[in-house]
C-alpha cells in the first residue's frame, strides 16, 4: 500500500511569488491534515479535512494561505503571495477514522519551502 | 508554557543501553497519546500510541502514560545505532483531531 506522498520535495521561491503543495493521501482515507514545521520549532497544525470539508481550520496562520480538497482525494495548499516566515517544511498526514476516536495519521515525507 | 514540552537533546546512549525519552503536556483533557520517529530529511514514523494509564509494550518499546502527572514516555531497550533519530512526542485532545507536538528529542545510540 502507498504511503502519503506530497510533490515537489522542495521548493524555492522569491517573496510575493506564489507556490502550490500537493498532497495525495493513502487511499482510501476520508481525513487528510496539512501540519507546518518552521525552523527550531514544533510541527504545528494547519488544517483538518474530512473527504472535501473543512473540518477544522483554525490553525491557518492567514487569508495568504488557501487548502482545497475537490474531489476528496488529494489536497492543494496555496500560498499566495508567499512571505518570508513562510518558509518551513509542510507536512500532509491521513488518516482512515478521525483521530479522536483514536485512529493514527500517518504523515507524507513533507515539502521544504523556502523563500528567498 | 508550552503545550507539549520535550527536552531537545541530544541523548546520548551507548548500543544495547535503555534509552528514556520523556514528555510532559499541559491540557488535562488530553486524551490520546503518539511517539513518532523521524530520521533526518524523512518523514514522522509512527512508534507507539498509547490511551490509558499505564505501559504498553511493543518489541523493544514500552510507553508510559501518566494521566495524574501528565507525563508520557518512551523507553527504548537495547538501543541500536539505527534508533538514532528525533523522537517526536505529539498529544491529541478531547474532541479534537489535530495532534500537538512537542519539539522533539534527538537520540544519538554510538557503537
Known amino acids: 500500500e502507498a504511503g502519503v506522498t506530497q510533490f515537489p520535495s522542495h521548493s524555492v521561491i522569491e517573496k510575493g511569488q506564489t507556490v502550490t503543495l500537493r498532497c495525495d493521501p493513502i487511499?482510501?482515507?476520508?481525513?487528510l491534515y496539512w501540519y507546518r514545521r518552521v525552523m527550531g520549532k514544533e510541527i504545528k497544525f494547519l488544517l483538518h479535512?474530512?473527504?472535501?470539508?473543512?473540518?477544522?481550520e483554525s490553525g491557518m496562520p492567514n487569508n495568504r494561505f488557501l487548502a482545497e480538497r475537490t474531489g476528496g482525494t488529494y489536497s492543494t495548499l496555496k500560498v499566495q503571495p508567499a512571505e518570508l516566515e513562510d518558509s518551513g517544511v509542510y507536512f500532509c498526514?491521513?488518516?482512515?477514522?478521525?483521530?479522536?476516536?483514536?485512529?493514527?495519521?500517518?504523515f507524507g515525507p513533507g515539502t521544504r519551502l523556502t523563500v528567498l | 508554557q508550552k503545550e507539549v514540552e520535550q527536552n531537545s537533546g541530544p541523548l546520548s546512549v551507548p548500543e544495547g543501553a535503555i534509552a528514556s525519552l520523556n514528555c510532559t503536556y499541559s491540557?488535562?483533557?488530553?486524551?490520546?497519546f503518539f511517539w513518532y520517529r523521524q530520521y533526518s530529511g524523512k518523514s514522522p514514523e509512527l512508534i507507539m500510541s498509547?490511551?490509558?494509564?499505564g505501559d504498553k509494550e511493543d518489541g523493544r518499546f514500552t510507553a508510559q502514560l501518566n494521566k495524574a502527572s501528565q507525563y508520557v514516555s518512551l523507553l527504548i531497550r537495547d538501543s541500536q545505532p539505527s534508533d538514532s533519530a528525533t523522537y517526536l512526542c505529539?498529544?491529541?485532545?478531547?474532541?479534537?483531531?489535530?495532534?500537538?507536538f512537542g519539539t522533539g528529542t534527538r537520540l544519538q545510540v554510538f557503537p
Open positions: 491540557d488535562r483533557v488530553s486524551q490520546s
Open positions: 487511499s482510501g482515507h476520508d481525513n
Open positions: 498509547i490511551y490509558s494509564n
Open positions: 498526514a491521513s488518516s482512515q477514522e478521525r483521530t479522536k476516536t483514536g485512529d493514527t495519521q500517518y
Open positions: 479535512f474530512v473527504k472535501e470539508s473543512k473540518q477544522d
Open positions: 505529539a498529544v491529541n485532545s478531547y474532541n479534537t483531531d489535530k495532534l500537538i
